[in-house]
């Protein structure tokens, strides 16, 4: 799988390994569903936080010149992870996009604005995520792109149930694609999908569960570069249980 052919002429090559991007590691979730009685990113992978984990992607990368956080509310041991790794903490919001928006706003002052090539927005639940991930987003963005998503072919069929229980019906499964982060953005791109955000119904905000839905609710082309099986979300214990054998064998 390749990323899509720009569909714009905005290319801005920046030197090769130039610390040219905003990362955004979203990190404010309660992690119910992982059942640890914390938030997931505190919970431990092998010895370290998963934002630990998550942070030291990022830093493997290497292409960062800032790292802004959203963390659950008043969570210092995160906080303190944030100033080991010198990334800036930000206080989530209610749901995802909220704490998106919580960071862009941090971001909105950033005097290096100009120089940058784009924004990365990363789910720290996928904290092992590889730096050729990190390497097909950034590039498509200098290449013109004003949104990527990395993505991954779908193994199961997927069917559409009504309310019901019923099947409504079943997607081609060829075209369909399991999306992942971190996904990339046209700053600016972003923060105008943000704006349209604030603005939508609360029921209609809380079935937007990545930011790649807002560019498309703006008609902005939305491109796609390879996923990877390692940049799993860890949601449920199975996932941790994964995660943990993924390390061990990064290790051994
Ligand atoms: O809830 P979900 O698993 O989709 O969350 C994906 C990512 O978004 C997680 O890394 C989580 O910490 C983050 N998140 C957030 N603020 C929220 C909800 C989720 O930063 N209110």
């Known amino acids: 799988m390749t990323a899509s052919s720009p569909r714009t002429s905005n290319a801005r090559s920046s030197a090769p390994g130039e610390r040219a991007f905003v990362v955004m590691v979203v990190a404010a979730g309660s992690g119910e569903r992982l059942g640890h009685g914390m938030p997931k990113a505190r919970v431990d992978l092998g010895g370290r936080t998963i934002l630990e984990r998550a942070l030291e992607s990022v830093e493997a990368w290497g292409r960062a010149a ?3 956080v959203t963390l659950p509310a008043g969570d210092a041991e995160l906080a303190e992870v944030c100033r080991r ?8 919001g209610g749901t995802r996009a909220a704490s998106v928006a919580a960071g862009l706003e941090r971001i909105a002052g950033l005097p290096e604005r100009s120089g940058l090539r784009g924004i990365l927005v990363h789910d720290a639940a996928r904290c092992l995520a590889p730096p050729a991930v990190f390497d097909a987003v950034a590039a498509a963005l200098e290449a013109g792109e004003r949104a990527v998503i990395p993505v991954l072919p779908v193994t199961d069929t997927v069917k559409a149930v ?11 499964r060829a075209g369909l694609r399991i999306v992942q982060t971190p996904q990339g953005f046209d700053l600016a791109t972003l923060e105008a999908a943000h ?4 603005l939508l119904p609360a029921e209609v ?3 937007i569960t990545d930011d790649a839905m807002l560019a498309e609710t703006l008609g902005i082309p ?6 990877s099986e ?3 979300k860890i949601t449920v214990p199975l996932d941790l249980l994964l995660a943990r054998t993924l390390l061990e ?3 051994g």
């Open 230 to 232: 390692e940049s799993l």
């Open 66 to 68: 800032r790292v802004v």
């Open 162 to 172: 009504d309310a019901e229980g019923y099947v409504a019906s079943t997607p081609q």
């Open 195 to 198: 704006r349209e955000a604030a």
């Open 249 to 251: 064998g990064r290790s």
């Open 222 to 227: 939305v491109a796609t570069v390879p996923g």
């Open 205 to 207: 905000a809380l079935g």
């Open 85 to 92: 790794h010198g990334a800036e903490a930000v206080e989530g």
